[in-house]
Every structure is written in structure tokens, then in C-alpha cells.
């Protein structure tokens, strides 16, 4: 599975977008992006995933450049209970499906 | 009730006792993993099924072990606890499911609350 590059911490104002950026610049054709964020000590909890495509859901949004190198997790307004640590992970969608996490970026809303 | 549901929640044990965290879930998935956690670290995986005969080990494995004993329980035992395997572990779970282009992608993972062992 390709590897991925994530900041490790970002502030946010509170209300404001939270834009967090992902680099898979190795990503092959079959493998999808997803996100996921753990919030303290909890499990992790899934956001959304993309092949290709913009997704959007209640939660986020997701933003996959034109050749897949690249993506932005969009939280539209963000509140203090998004502090987070944030996960982008790229996944084949055939053969090998280890769910690994690398060290994801940390996310600070402001109030 | 959770859909995956860790036990223990907490566990104090002594160097060298076996010790066995528990994990069942409610989904009707194929796929469990076990993770660890070290303080402002992100997860280890330490094993993982994809189904009850298929398990595979993770990028920490030694010094652990696990049993698929059916679809909905996979279970992380520590033979011989030490104290550097003082974390916190996290039991997951996933599946596929197969696209309009036939691929198979996994479904968002469900994790458990996780189990705050500490070996003295």
C-alpha cells in the first residue's frame, strides 16, 4: 500500500474550515484514499473515502487532485470537538488490506 | 449495545503473568484487528483475520498472540507480560464489499473503546 505524508499539527479557528492536506504521490490505480480520526483516547472513527472522485458526506469532504498524488480533508466548520488526530490512509482495493496508521496530523479548533 | 466491545476496559497485571484481552463484534464481519498504542503515538498493528482460518501477523507481533475463535471473536493474548507492552490496545473490524467495476473495497473499520493495560 502507498505511503502517505500528513503534517503533524494544524490549528483551526473554530467556525472556520479546516483543511488538512495528504501527499500519496506513489498511489496506484487501485487503491483508495481514506480518512479517519481518533479523538484523545478513543478508537479511531471513520470519516470518508475516495477513489478518484470528490466525495462528500454529513461529516466532510474529501478533495482528490486530478492525478491522485494528492488530497485535502475538508471540514466546513469546524468545532472544538474536531480537535483530533486526523489519519489519511491509502488502501489497495485488491490484495493486501492491512489497515495501517501512520502518525496523522493533529488538529487544534480554537475557540 | 457497541458494535465491538473490548474486555477488559482496564487491566493492571504483574511481570510475567499471562494476560488475554477480549474482543467480540456485532457487524458479521470477516475482517479483526488488534492494534497497540503508546502514548502520542499512532497504532501498531499487531495481528489481524480475515477470517476464522486466516491470521496473519502485524507489524509488532512478538511477544504476542491471538485466536480467531469464531467470526465475531478474535482475541490478544500476552504469554509473558512486560512492562514496555504497558499501552493502550484497540480491537477493529472491516469488510469488503465488491464494486460496479468488480473491485473489492474495504468498508469503513469499526473499533472498539479500547483496553488500558498496564504491566507492573
Known amino acids: 500500500d502507498a505511503k502517505t505524508t500528513q503534517p503533524p499539527s494544524m490549528d483551526c479557528a473554530e467556525g472556520r474550515a479546516a483543511n488538512l492536506p495528504c501527499n500519496h504521490s506513489t498511489i496506484s490505480g487501485n487503491e483508495y484514499v481514506y480518512w479517519y480520526r481518533q479523538i484523545h483516547s478513543q478508537g479511531p472513527q471513520y470519516i470518508i473515502h475516495?477513489?478518484?472522485n470528490n466525495e462528500t458526506n454529513e461529516m466532510a469532504s474529501l478533495i482528490i487532485t486530478e492525478d491522485r498524488k494528492s488530497s485535502t480533508l475538508i471540514l466546513p466548520h469546524a468545532t472544538l470537538r474536531d480537535t483530533a488526530v486526523y489519519y489519511c490512509?491509502?488502501?489497495?482495493?485488491?490484495?493486501?488490506?492491512?489497515?495501517?496508521f501512520g502518525k496523522g496530523t493533529k488538529l487544534s479548533v480554537i475557540p | 449495545d457497541a458494535d465491538v466491545t473490548q474486555t477488559p476496559r482496564n487491566r493492571i497485571t504483574k511481570t510475567g503473568k499471562r494476560i488475554m484481552l477480549e474482543c467480540s463484534q456485532t457487524?458479521?464481519?470477516?475482517?479483526m484487528y488488534w492494534y497497540r498504542q503508546d502514548p502520542g503515538l499512532g497504532l501498531q498493528l499487531i495481528y489481524y483475520?480475515?477470517?476464522?482460518?486466516?491470521?496473519n501477523k502485524g507489524e509488532i507481533s512478538d511477544g504476542y498472540s491471538v485466536s480467531r475463535q469464531a467470526q465475531a471473536k478474535f482475541s490478544l493474548s500476552l504469554e509473558s507480560a512486560i512492562p514496555n507492552q504497558t499501552a493502550l490496545y484497540f480491537c477493529a473490524t472491516s469488510d469488503l464489499h465488491r464494486t460496479g467495476t468488480g473491485w473489492s473495497v474495504n468498508t469503513e473499520a469499526f473499533f472498539g473503546q479500547g483496553t488500558r493495560l498496564t504491566v507492573v
Open positions: 483475520s480475515f477470517d476464522v482460518k486466516d491470521i
Open positions: 490512509i491509502v488502501l489497495s482495493g485488491a490484495g493486501s488490506y492491512q489497515l495501517t
Open positions: 457487524k458479521g464481519h470477516d475482517r
Open positions: 475516495g477513489l478518484k
